[in-house]
């Protein structure tokens, strides 16, 4: 893959609040090209479709690009996220300045309708929560599993695809991509790093209160608890530490997992996310 290796700040549901408070922005918007800011992992963290034009109008006028970051959804967070689409495709969908600087991540097949439903025209990517629909990663390997996944993102309008992973020394299988039936550039990588996403489930792992089984979680109001601490956790079969934040568990892998940015690109991952905000 030719050209520089791009570099993005993961800000999540904060957005530039999370660099506010440190005294850190103007340093990143130097050190950093692409910022992601929204809700990656919780649909009850998403906020509202005024938040999101104010943080990516913010980028756009500080030169930067921006990523808009969606959950994975059910009914509350669809109406939610409904709003903050057709605020985004009325208001930088016809944009110059938007042009190949807002992107939107979708963690759910919901989200891909929805911005088809709403007429978002900006470029879309498949999540973190998604990429197993087409990829195999481990320690030493990622590779495509199903080309047919690949075509169906393609056609409907997903560019890049986003994963995390603990590995070092990524080889792939993109050369035989004529096998599985696409084009190897058909095939943008971004990779979030320092944390890898093991799993997320719909319901808060720390957050919600003792309800029985018999009992519906529909009454249980989210305090957020997530915002202001993550929790470390260990198990005697794991030699990693887990860190769990709200309904997602991770595990961080090493800071240093490559020699250099050509050996990203030439496994297509041009644009590396540094994610220290889970």
């Known amino acids: 893959m030719s050209g520089a290796l791009e570099t993005g700040l993961r800000l999540a ?13 103007e340093k990143a918007l130097r050190r950093f090209r692409w910022f992601y ?20 109008s913010f980028f756009l006028e500080k030169g930067a690009s921006v990523c808009v970051l969606t959950p994975p959804l059910g009914e509350k967070g669809l109406k939610r996220l409904r709003p903050v689409f057709k605020r985004l ?28 439903e709403t007429g978002l025209k900006l ?4 999540g973190r929560l998604l990429y197993e629909n087409m990829f195999f990663a481990d320690r030493t390997k990622m590779a495509v599993i199903n080309g047919e996944a690949v075509r169906l993102f393609r056609s409907l309008g997903v560019s890049r695809f986003e994963f995390s992973t603990t590995g070092r020394l990524l080889s792939n299988n ?16 971004t990779l979030h790093y320092p944390y890898l996403n093991l799993t997320t489930a719909r319901a808060c792992a720390v957050g919600l209160p003792d ?15 997530c915002q202001a601490c993550s929790f470390e956790a260990g198990h005697p079969l794991v ?6 934040r709200g309904n997602t568990v991770f595990l961080k892998f090493p800071e240093k997992f490559y020699s250099d940015p050509a050996t990203l690109l030439k496994r297509r991952i041009n644009r590396l996310v540094y994610s220290p905000f889970l």
């Not at 800011?37 to 990516?56: I, M, Q, S, T, Y």
């Not at 495709?89 to 929805?114: C, H, I, K, Q, W």
């Open 239 to 244: 030699n990693e530490k887990l860190l769990v």
């Open 13 to 25: 549901e904060r957005g530039r609040a999370a660099l506010d408070g440190a005294g850190t922005l």
């Open 174 to 189: 993109f050369s035989e991509a004529a096998k599985y039936g696409f084009k190897p550039s058909d095939i943008a990588l």
């Open 123 to 126: 470029p879309l990517s498949a």
């Open 211 to 225: 309800i029985g089984p018999e009992d519906s979680v529909r009454g249980v109001a989210c305090r957020r608890e």
């Open 37 to 56: 800011a929204g809700a990656e992992f919780c649909e009850n963290l998403l906020p509202d479709a005024a938040w999101h034009e104010r943080e990516v």
């Open 89 to 116: 495709a009325s208001v930088f969908g016809r944009d110059p300045r938007a042009a190949g600087r807002v992107e939107v991540t979708v963690n759910d097949f919901g989200a891909l309708e929805l911005a088809a």
